[in-house]
């Protein structure tokens, strides 16, 4: 059985910061491409951020390059992501995906690439 858990998630003020964590269990993703997606109410699900399979090289959306940092522990059982400066257009609900060895890059930002994803946690930024 091949499973991903988010938690982290929570309500915080603009300006603040929140570290969200994916659990990954079943299988190695040490070589597997991971990446973090949002989605807001009414909206599509939109790439956030990724690291590669195999490498610490990662790539980010415009709307969170600077602010967000994306990275996996040391064990390779734990995908991060940092988020600080958060606003009100941060808020959605935050899902990790991962799917098994790497895909071309300008394929890592489409949610259809990736095979396994957890259920979820959200994240609500307002005063």
């Known amino acids: 059985q091949l499973t991903l858990v988010e938690s982290g998630g929570g309500l915080v003020q603009p300006g603040g910061s929140l570290r969200l964590s994916c659990a990954l269990s079943?299988?190695?993703?040490?070589?597997?491409?991971m990446s973090w997606f949002r989605q807001a109410p009414g909206k599509e699900r939109e790439f956030v951020a990724a690291i590669r399979g195999g490498s610490t090289t990662t790539v980010y959306s415009d709307s969170v390059k600077g602010r967000f940092t994306i990275s996996r522990d040391s064990t390779k059982t734990t995908l991060v992501l940092q988020m600080n400066s958060l606003n009100t257009e941060d808020t959605g609900v935050y899902f990790c995906?991962?799917?098994?060895?790497?895909?071309?890059?300008?394929?890592?930002?489409?949610?259809?690439?990736?095979?396994?994803w957890g259920q979820g946690t959200q994240v609500t930024v307002s005063l």
């Open positions: 995906a991962a799917r098994p060895g790497r895909i071309v890059l300008s394929a890592l930002r489409t949610p259809s690439s990736y095979d396994y």
């Open positions: 079943g299988r190695s993703f040490s070589n597997s491409d």
